[in-house]
C-alpha cells in the first residue's frame, strides 16, 4: 500500500512539473517529449497494477526514445551523465520487472523520475550549450 501512494504522489509531482514547462520547450521538441511522457505515465499506471509486462514494455521504449538523436538536445558531461543514468534506470526498471520485483521496479521508477527533473533543471538554467547553436559556429 505505500509503494502505491509513493507511486501515486510521484505521478502527481511529475505531472505537476511538465505542466509548469509551458511555452519553454521548441514546437519541435514537444511532440517527442509527449511521448516521453505517456511511456513515463504508462509506467507509473503498470506500477500501480503491479503490471509487470507493461512496465518492461514501457521501461524498454523509454530507453530506445533516449537512443533517438532527438534525444541529444543540448551538449555537456552533466547532460550526457544524466542521459546514460536515465537509460540505466530504464534497463533496472525491465530488469525488476523481469523478476516480478515491485520494490525494485519503484525504486527505479523514482530514481528515472530524479533524472528527469535534474535534465530539465540543467536545460532550464541553459548551463549546457545547446546542440543547434554548436552547429553555427565554425
Known amino acids: 500500500m505505500n509503494t ?8 502527481i509531482v511529475l505531472a505537476v512539473l511538465w505542466g509548469s514547462g509551458g511555452g519553454e520547450l521548441q514546437d519541435e521538441r514537444s511532440t517527442y ?8 505515465q504508462q509506467l507509473l499506471g503498470g506500477l500501480v497494477r503491479e503490471d509487470f509486462p507493461a512496465i518492461s514494455r514501457h521501461a524498454q521504449q ?15 558531461a552533466e547532460y550526457e551523465q544524466l542521459s546514460v543514468m536515465f537509460r540505466r534506470e530504464t534497463d533496472r ?5 523481469g523478476h516480478r520485483n515491485l520494490d525494485g521496479a519503484t525504486l527505479a521508477y523514482v530514481q528515472l523520475t530524479l533524472t528527469c527533473v535534474q535534465c ?6 541553459n548551463e549546457a550549450k545547446p546542440i543547434a547553436a554548436s552547429r553555427e559556429e565554425p
Open 4 to 11: 502505491t501512494r509513493c507511486v501515486m504522489a510521484l505521478g
Open 33 to 40: 517529449m509527449q511521448f516521453k511522457l505517456a511511456h513515463a
Open 62 to 76: 523509454l530507453k530506445l526514445l533516449s537512443q533517438d538523436a532527438s534525444w541529444e538536445v543540448y551538449r555537456g
Open 93 to 97: 526498471l525491465a530488469e525488476a520487472a
Open 120 to 125: 530539465h533543471d540543467q536545460m532550464r538554467k
